[in-house]
């Protein structure tokens, strides 16, 4: 059973920064892949960042994200983190976490946690 929880999401001004947590039951080793995803209403799923466990922990960022968005993890504690800074309005979304089980999945998600950027 895997169980992902997010946390750090809230209310934001433009150009402010939040710090996303994904709390892995177990450990993040075992996955192939872990990322951040984000949802914002009328649009589908989208992907934000993901780090691999393999390859040296290479990672892959939108290229809305770029040079904005850090995505990093704590092997002990069996966290993955969301460094997001100069938010933007369009930013808002429900933001989760992803793990894949391997490269062809499954993927389990959290539950997500809202990120809401506004003057």
């Known amino acids: 059973q895997v169980q992902l929880v997010e946390s750090g999401g809230g209310l934001v001004q433009p150009g402010g920064s939040l710090r996303l947590s994904c709390a892995a039951s177990?450990?993040?080793?075992?996955?192939?892949?872990v990322g951040w995803y984000r949802q914002a209403p009328g649009n589908q799923r989208e992907m934000v960042a993901q780090?691999?466990?393999?390859?040296?922990?290479?990672?892959k960022y939108a290229e809305f994200v770029k040079g904005r968005f850090t995505i990093s993890r704590d092997i002990a504690e069996n966290l993955v983190y969301l460094q997001m800074n100069s938010l933007q309005l369009e930013d808002t979304a429900a933001y989760y976490c992803g793990a894949d089980l391997t490269n062809r999945g499954p993927r389990f998600w959290g539950q997500g946690t809202q990120v809401t950027v506004s003057s």
């Open positions: 177990g450990s993040i080793f075992r996955f192939y892949a």
């Open positions: 780090l691999y466990s393999d390859s040296g922990s290479g990672t």
